[in-house]
RNA sequence: UCCUCGAUAGCUCAAUGGUAGAGCAACCGGCUGUUAACCGGUAGGUUGUAGGUUCGAAUCCUACUCGAGGAGCCA
């Protein structure tokens, strides 16, 4: 009977077949133990040679690490395994005998390894990563199908840059010029308009030269958009989406966090209500650190860990100068320097994993937005509808699903919380 | 784009101007419970590329290539 290596607790006295790769070997004069992976999980069969064919015992020595095996055998129950199963094998099957494997049980580079990213994915650290970062994604659209939203796909080819500061790929479309989206927001907001409370989930691309643990070319972002919505609102949604995603994770990947030695403590601690400081309150508290920054100025990745170790749970940073945020951003009627957004910095040095605001509502002051950051307004008139139909208070926010995985996962680089990354000297494999 | 660092065996690294080495992987042998198994042996090199200094360069100098970390920008 096929079987998968999860599975096998179910199964102690039976005789199944496992159908995977060998992990690794580990062997003695008349013993062999057999490491096997099917994606599932890992597993040891233990091979004796007074018990098997004298082609099985070959077989099992000869199968080369990474090798697809068929292996069948009796489930037993062993207090020596770390899962509690081992597999008394009775045949070995070799299904194709791997070339030399490049990657080894030793420590490796990270460039070599991103040269092997295909091989890596099948080890268990970085399998532990990639069931974290799916179950991540699930958690983010199960909250939001069952909070109401919609789900609705926006385009990728763009004729504008959406936020008119980053740079963009350019692409040759049929005689023009297209650009690949930095953002599905624009369209949520029209979205929003149209379906109330709505989200786009899909990737993203960004063609800065930026060269950091935290940024990719090609990333995915989760964009929810809710009409009605005032900025405190937003902010009551994020903390609710967070709060909801981690502890899906805590709930339902224990063995992956684990397998990555995630202190889940830290993580245990992420539920709402997150602290709220202004922008103007962090000014203040990095000048008291001694930070050389003013008001006005945007934080630099170091200012970010700073702000955020004074707390043990995500931190939300409100009411930036306008002058550094999106042309869309509503400004604070109060106090029209600063714009009714926040930032949602991660715990552990981590920084932002979400960007959020309440969206420009009038049609005067967007349009001389648009006019003054010089962008082609025969591109915007769409967006300018907006404002001319019914327009609503909205707010929404993005969150970066790597940047998420880093921080959940405690990972270095965001390169490893996505399958095949995209950075700016990497388009491969 | 800027700053810093790096490139030596398949991999991870040592050798600071004087005979290029270790661990792992591979291959051969040993070992009856291994957990990155262990023990013994064999083989493995145009020291990133090009030039320069020197009696002599992996080592010092120049340029280039590729990469890493950071800055800016952002998620």
Redesign the pocket.
Known sequence: MNCLIKDLGAQVGNEVTLRGWMY????????H?L?LRDGSGVI?G?V?Q?EVSPQTWKAAGDA??ESSVAVTGLVRE?K???TGV?L?VRDVEVLHQAQ???I???????????DLRHLWLRSTRQRAIMKVRATIIRACRDFLDQDGFTLIDAPIFTPNAC?G???LFETEYFGSKAYLT??GQLYMEAAAMALGRVYCFGP?F?A??????????E?W?VEPEVAFNDWQDNMALQERFVSAMVGRVLAECGPDLKALERDTSKLEKVVAPFPRISYTEAIERLQAAGRPVQWG????????TLLSESFDRPLFVYQYPAA???FYMKPNPADPRVALCN??LAPEGY?????AGQRMDDLEMLTAKIQEHGLPMKNFEWFLDLRRYGTVPHSGF??????AVSWICGL????EAIPFPR????NTP
């Open positions: 690794n070997r580990r062997s003695s004069k008349t013993l133990f490491q040891q233990v004796v007074a080369t690490m062993d020596r395994a770390p081992e008394s030399e494997y490049p080894q049980k030793k420590e490796h580079g990270i460039d070599y390894l991103l936020e500061t980053t740079t930095q953002s993203t960004r800065e030269k930026s060269k950091t643990r935290r940024h990719l070319t990333f972002m100025d945007d934080f630099g990745a170091e200012d970010e550094i945020k999106a930032d949602l920084g932002e994993v979400i960007g993005g969150m970066g699903i790597e940047r270095q680089h965001v390169r950075t700016m000297y990497r």
